[in-house]
Each structure stands twice: as structure tokens, then as C-alpha cells.
């Protein structure tokens, strides 16, 4: 099966430990990668994760927060001096262009290609990105400064032909191409032979939620029900249940309860507050509502 992986670069909140790294993930997507967040040090752990920097060509930015950016520019300017030549697209809040055009002007005059800045609406669910596989729409999140996460989707794939069917009704070559996305053939002596004899359907469409950082929020439930695999935020654990409220943050129990009404295939929880240790805590908490959950970690690769 062709490849659609999630990378963990950092899976901590806003405070630095010794732990883990600010937020921060790659998709490979059949090699292509897709960068979603971009904290402190998510090129140097790219680097370690082995994850090419030339098929990095879209970053998506859930927020204006440091811990989701403060890594942007430090990537961009590594990428100038690899004399890197593809144009570089940026998905976020159009309040980053002015922010980071300011930055890059003075600290990365002379790039040898080209940062393109594309503006999201966090408030609505739409489409942002779009090629041959895949599209990724933004998921509105309710947090204390605009931010969405991102639904990734694989397009749905044409069947696959059954090739001792296409010679025993001796199909001519160029009917293939409709078969494969689902007609009929009719034989030249008008029988009509259903689709469903000639192929077997392709796997169904691999989808991914990012959701981070918000409040616990139900009427996201809608747009990621049944994914492969949703990332939760779960930065506290039960007892700061009112700080959660505060700090328009979700707890673990929460992200669970997202999951389990969700019905999603797996949940991964991250965005871990810098109080915990270790995160024994969170894990035991979202597992009593929802049992197929994980705990994000840095360098952690998950095959969808
Ligand atoms: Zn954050
Ligand atoms: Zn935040």
C-alpha cells in the first residue's frame, strides 16, 4: 500500500522541558510531505526523523501561537542556504505574512526560491489544499486566538480490473479506463456485463484529523467521524479540568470522549502540558473512554 504516515517532531505545549519539543508533525503522503505545525526545533528534528527536506514543499499552521510557528523562520532560512529552488507554501492565518514577511526581509534577504503565503479562514470548514491524491480541509477549533486543525483525505481510488474478466470478454483496450471508474461493458452482441464483475474495489480513502489546540468542541465530531486516525490535544489531565476551561485547552478525558463519539479508528493524544512527568496519567484517563489511544512522542512514525 502506498505510503501515508505520520511523523511526531514535538508533541509538547507552549513551556520548553527536557521532554519533549514544541508542536510540530510531518505527513508523508506517497512521499510527498506535508508539515503540520512548525515549532522550535522541528527542522533539527526532521533531520533526525531522516525526513528529506526537499519534499517539503506545504506547511499547515493551526495557530498563531509560538509554540505552533516559532520554528518557521529558522526552516526557511536553513532552506535558503541549501540553495533550495521549489516555491515554499504557507497555509495559515493571514496575520502570518505580515509577521514573518517582516523577519524574512531582514534576516533572509536574497532567497534563492520563493515563500508562498496562502491565507485561511479558521473559522470555516473548506477546502485548502488539493492535488491528484489527496485534499485537506480546515477543521474550526475554538481556542483563545483563531486557529483550525486539518482533516487529510485521500481522493477515492478507481477500482482495480480484474484482468481474467477483460480477456474472457476479449475488452478492447480502451474501454479500460471506464471500467475502472465504475461503467458497464456492453459485449458487441449487446449483453451488458455489470461493473462489479470486471473489478474488485480499491482500498477505501485513508483520512487523518489534527486537532489542536482547543476547547472541547462537539461539532467537530461531524466533519472527522470514522478517520484512520485522529491527533487530539490533551494537554491536562482531569484534575485541571477547570484550568483546561480557562486556557481553552482539552483534557485527555475530553479528547477521548471526542474520539469515542467520533467513532475514529484510533485516537493519538499530544500537546502535553509541561506539569507531567510523564503522561502515565493522561494515557490511563482517555483509555477508560476510548481504549484504541496512544500517546504522542518525539520521532514516532505511525502508518495509517
Ligand atoms: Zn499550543
Ligand atoms: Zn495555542
Known amino acids: 500500500m502506498e505510503k501515508f504516515e505520520v511523523n511526531i517532531l514535538g508533541c509538547g505545549s507552549a513551556l520548553p522541558t527536557t521532554r519533549h ?67 515554499l507554501h504557507i497555509h495559515a492565518h493571514a496575520d502570518l505574512e505580515t509577521l514573518l514577511t517582516t523577519q524574512l526581509n531582514y ?76 461503467a458497464d461493458y456492453t459485449t458487441p452482441q449487446g449483453e451488458i456485463i455489470p461493473n462489479n464483475r470486471l473489478t474488485s474495489p480499491s482500498l477505501s480513502p485513508r483520512r487523518y484529523a489534527y486537532c489542536s489546540d482547543t476547547i472541547y468542541k462537539e461539532d467537530i465530531i461531524p466533519q472527522i467521524h470514522g478517520v484512520d486516525l485522529l491527533f487530539h ?8 479540568l477547570s484550568r483546561a476551561k480557562e486556557t481553552f485547552h482539552t483534557t485527555a478525558r475530553q479528547a477521548a470522549e471526542i474520539a469515542r463519539k467520533a467513532e475514529v479508528k484510533q485516537l ?18 482517555a483509555s477508560e473512554i476510548f481504549l484504541k489511544c496512544t500517546l504522542a512522542k518525539e520521532n514516532l512514525s505511525i502508518n495509517i
Open 107 to 182: 534576516f533572509c534577504k536574497n532567497l534563492p526560491y520563493k515563500v508562498i503565503f496562502h491565507a485561511i479562514d479558521p473559522s470555516k470548514e473548506a477546502l485548502i489544499y488539493e492535488d491528484r491524491s489527496i485534499t485537506v480541509h480546515s477543521i474550526p477549533l475554538r481556542h483563545r486566538i483563531p486557529c483550525c486543525g486539518f482533516l487529510f483525505a485521500e481522493k477515492p481510488r478507481p477500482n482495480h480490473i480484474l484482468r481474467e474478466m477483460i480477456d474472457f470478454y476479449q475488452i478492447p483496450i480502451y474501454e479500460l479506463n471506464k471500467i475502472k471508474n465504475g
Open 21 to 87: 519539543f514544541a508542536s510540530s508533525q510531518i505527513l508523508n503522503i506517497r512521499e510527498k510531505l506535508f508539515m503540520i505545525d512548525c515549532g522550535e526545533g522541528a527542522q533539527m528534528q526532521m533531520r533526525k526523523s531522516k525526513l528529506k527536506f526537499s519534499r517539503l514543499n506545504h506547511i499547515f499552521i493551526s495557530h498563531l501561537h509560538g509554540d505552533h510557528c516559532f520554528g518557521l523562520p529558522g526552516l526557511i532560512s536553513t532552506f535558503g542556504m541549501l540553495n533550495r529552488t521549489a516555491e
Open 233 to 240: 490535544e490533551a494537554t491536562f489531565a482531569d484534575s485541571e
Open 268 to 285: 493519538m493524544l499530544g500537546h502535553f502540558s509541561a506539569r507531567y512527568e510523564d503522561e502515565t496519567i493522561l494515557l490511563k484517563e
